[in-house]
């Protein structure tokens, strides 16, 4: 982030269609130069609040503010935004330049400035050798640059992206992902996209809101959000956990014990609440060690049977049942060309440290 200052204000903004709630009183700030990732499931309401915010829908209630102007009543061309949508309809007819032009020569720019702008973009999205070709003649990857190009050349104060590699197949859309941060970055342009892929906010976001049913659950930074969910929705929802319910059933300044019928978890630091309080345990799967021999120390240990596993080649996943019958998921970095073999129906001891988990309370 280049600098904390607000840029955009949304300010308790809702959307209904009929009786659906589309968007439920959402306020959010957003830093000048940041990149926005609004994440959630389809249909949670992700582009109804980008394109209120280009001025596309009519809030039902709320304001949008942009640099600290009131621009809830412009129509969307009165507003220094754009927005690149999902299908980033290249015109089939014309060439990459007089694509990149369009936009610019709508707006009367000058011959030579609006020369310089587009042999600019070109430079910037690498596809100056492309220039004449038409758009079938671009792969997906080069496509998606050249749509980006023409979103960027008017110079917009805000850019909205509403799933923009969504066409893209894995491979290309993770290389894409990097590019497109790249060059947004280098533009220094405010960017709100919006993504239901966790793996794309999270690679190309500096900070991420998920949203379910209309609603902002949590706010943060990818790490934020990965690292301290602050409930059973976002800890399931970004990344793969296992959850646990169980009690307080021991409660100091420093630590806390959650009785469950898996364990007692032994949690290294305090939290707000009280003794007996209901909770879940949420422990990433990525923060459990395997070991055949038990463990030393006497807690965050548990015998478990190997049921269930994958080879992803970088790491492997295991699903052990635990000794009241539920499982937990483990995944274990193949670190090693000779990894120790663990066989199915094996009994092994999975343990983590008292840091690892989170406890939840909604
Ligand atoms: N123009 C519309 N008319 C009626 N309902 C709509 C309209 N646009 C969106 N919705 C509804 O609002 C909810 C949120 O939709 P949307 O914002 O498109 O979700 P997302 O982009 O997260 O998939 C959905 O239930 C959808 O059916
Ligand atoms: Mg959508």
């Known amino acids: 982030m280049t600098t904390s200052k607000i840029f955009l204000q949304i300010d308790h903004i809702s959307k209904r269609f009929g009786y659906t709630l589309a968007v439920d009183n959402v306020s959010l700030d957003i830093y000048r130069g940041e990149i926005f990732a609004l994440l959630g499931s389809s249909g949670c309401g992700k582009s109804t609040l980008l394109r209120m915010l280009a001025g596309f829908e009519t809030p039902t209630t709320g304001r949008v503010l942009l640099d600290g102007q009131d621009v809830t009543d412009l129509p969307p061309y009165e507003r220094p935004m754009n927005m690149m949508f999902q299908s980033y309809a290249l015109f089939p007819h014309m060439n990459v330049w007089d694509n990149i032009a369009f936009g610019l020569r709508r707006d009367g720019v000058s011959k030579d400035e609006l020369n310089q702008r587009v042999e600019d973009m070109l430079q910037l999205v690498q596809l100056q050798k492309f220039a004449k070709r038409s758009p079938h003649q671009l792969s997906g990857g080069q496509q998606q640059r050249v749509a980006l190009a023409r979103s960027l050349a008017k110079r917009p104060q805000l850019l909205m992206l509403d799933e923009p590699l969504g066409a893209l197949d894995k491979k290309l859309r993770e290389q894409t992902q990097v590019e497109l941060v790249n060059i947004i970055k280098q533009v220094g342009v405010t960017c709100v996209m919006v993504t239901h892929d966790q793996d794309e906010a999270m690679t190309m976001a500096d900070r991420i809101a998920v949203m379910s049913e209309g609603r902002l659950l949590q706010v943060g930074t990818p790490n934020d959000v990965y690292e301290n969910p602050n409930?059973?929705?976002?800890?399931?929802?970004?990344?793969?956990?296992?959850?646990?319910?169980?009690?307080?059933?021991?409660?100091?300044?420093?630590?806390?014990?959650?009785?469950?019928?898996?364990?007692?978890?032994?949690?290294?630091?305090?939290?707000?609440?009280?003794?007996?309080?209901?909770?879940?345990?949420?422990?990433?799967?990525?923060?459990?060690?395997?070991?055949?021999?038990?463990?030393?120390?006497?807690?965050?240990?548990?015998?478990?049977?190997?049921?269930?596993?994958?080879?992803?080649?970088?790491?492997?996943?295991?699903?052990?049942?635990?000794?009241?019958?539920?499982?937990?998921?483990?995944?274990?970095?193949?670190?090693?060309?000779?990894?120790?073999?663990?066989?199915?129906?094996?009994?092994?001891?999975?343990?983590?440290?008292?840091?690892?988990?989170v406890v939840l309370t909604q």
Request: hydrophobic share 40%; proline share 4%.
């Open 231 to 357: 409930c059973r929705f976002v800890a399931d929802f970004v990344g793969n956990v296992n959850l646990f319910d169980g009690e307080v059933s021991e409660y100091e300044a420093d630590h806390v014990v959650v009785h469950s019928p898996v364990c007692d978890f032994y949690v290294g630091h305090g939290i707000t609440g009280s003794l007996g309080m209901p909770v879940s345990v949420a422990l990433r799967p990525e923060k459990v060690l395997l070991s055949k021999d038990k463990p030393e120390g006497d807690h965050n240990a548990v015998a478990c049977v190997l049921k269930d596993w994958s080879y992803f080649g970088s790491f492997t996943s295991y699903s052990l049942r635990l000794p009241n019958g539920q499982h937990i998921k483990v995944s274990v970095t193949n670190a090693d060309r000779d990894q120790e073999a663990i066989e199915e129906g094996q009994t092994v001891w999975a343990h983590w440290q008292d840091n690892a988990m």
